[in-house]
């Protein structure tokens, strides 16, 4: 009997539904979530509550395309594809710069280069990094069919050298926190690869003289540093997106706002975007924000497990980058939202407004479903000695 339950969760490819169930269950509750979040201010500028969420619904159908050419795609494949994609995501990353097809937005101080425009369709290239840069890191750390056992830095230079050119250009965009993000996720596939955990500490700490240069050499980084150590200095201006997302917090209460005798009054402006999660918390209080993290829990756990029963190397390394990946950007959107740390542009994964986020967040879910396929069956009964497993690693 449990041996039929198993076999029920998984399709005809033997890959994992129940993963995949609870990967669209986000995505289409954000698609909820977003309609609540931005009425108001879709009302106020162009006339019609539900215009960002029918938007959002139109890059869902594209995100379900996204991961269907995932799910499908073959190990082989993915990894020949691992090094034309890094050229790609390098070549549209430089487009941004170029006027015309790169599109900037500009401040009192600085100007923005994050998207790329063709007609009506414009898109973040340094979404699609983060798919580029999972697949080849992947394929870079499980070479010969096995995880590297022996790091040599002299056949590494090369692809430390494409990886770093990757990512200074979505820095000088600039995009700090895809940066900090892209890095964490680096660092997660390196240790999980079998690389010694002291040395890897070591390099991560020779990191932050850098990384404490570019808060200095961008003055809005720095700006937005002193601000977060007291956002409510700043409250009426550079503070007061993070002190309007705490007023939201606290006026959800417990089970939030009566949505159905309309919207919460918005104080926050732009909130369905990175700030999104406080306004969830306005319209369904701490029980639907619990409710929302029992899920993202599940499915990421899901994922935990499938990945700590792949044997297949490439297989393994690409399931472990999706899950850097999403859970990086799901800690790093709640300690900016909750003021953990200073502000910065990472969305929440499936919730947040976006095309490009929105579908490569369900492409990296494709991706995992893909390989999903060389998991070992799971039972409930050894999730423990699976969890400890991913401890002791």
């Known amino acids: 009997m449990q041996k039929q339950d198993q076999s029920s969760l998984r399709d005809r490819r033997g890959r994992d539904l129940l993963f995949l169930g609870l990967g669209l269950a ?10 609540s979040s931005s009425a108001v201010l879709a009302a106020r500028q162009v006339d019609g509550a539900a215009y960002y969420a029918f938007k959002q619904m139109g890059w869902f159908s594209m995100g379900l395309v996204a991961l269907g050419l995932a799910a499908w795609c073959p190990l082989a494949m993915l990894r020949r594809l691992a090094l034309p994609g890094m050229f790609v995501s390098l070549a549209a990353l430089l487009l941004v710069f170029m006027p015309g097809i790169g599109r900037s937005v500009s401040s009192s101080r600085e100007s923005f280069h994050r998207w790329l425009e063709f007609g009506p369709i414009s898109f973040q290239p340094s979404e699609f990094a983060k798919l580029a840069l999972v697949v080849y890191v992947a394929h870079t750390l499980s070479r010969r069919g096995r995880l590297i056992s022996e790091y040599d830095m002299r056949r590494l230079l090369p692809p430390l050298i494409l990886v770093g050119v990757l990512l200074l250009l979505i820095v ?5 926190g895809t940066t900090i993000c892209l890095l964490a996720v ?55 997106q993070l002190v309007t997302a705490f007023r939201a917090f606290a006026e959800g209460h417990l089970f939030g706002e009566p949505i159905a005798t309309g919207f919460a009054h918005r104080y926050l402006t732009y909130g369905h975007t990175d700030f999104i999660l406080a306004l969830f918390a306005e319209d369904f209080g701490l029980v639907g924000v619990l409710a929302l993290f029992v899920l993202y829990a599940a499915f990421l756990w899901r994922g935990v497990l499938l990945a700590r029963s792949i044997e297949e190397p490439f297989a393994f390394m690409l399931a472990a980058g999706v899950l850097c990946m999403l859970v990086g950007q799901v800690l790093m959107n709640l300690a900016v939202v909750t003021g953990l740390a200073p502000t910065t542009g990472v969305s929440l994964p499936f919730i947040s407004y976006g095309g490009s986020s929105l579908i490569v967040t369900m492409a990296l879910t494709g991706l995992l479903f893909n390989v999903s396929r060389y998991s070992q069956a799971l039972k409930t009964t050894d999730s423990m000695e699976l969890v400890s497993g991913m401890v002791a690693r």
């Open 186 to 240: 680096l660092g997660g596939m390196i240790y999980v690869s079998g690389f010694p955990m002291l040395r890897l500490v070591l390099l991560l700490g020779a990191s932050l003289p850098l990384l404490g240069f570019l808060i200095l050499f961008w003055e809005y980084r720095f700006e937005r540093l002193i601000v977060w150590l007291d956002p409510y200095a700043y409250r009426h201006a550079g503070g007061y």
């Open 172 to 176: 000088i965009e600039p995009q700090y």
């Open 26 to 35: 986000l995505a289409l509750l954000g698609l909820l979530v977003l309609y």
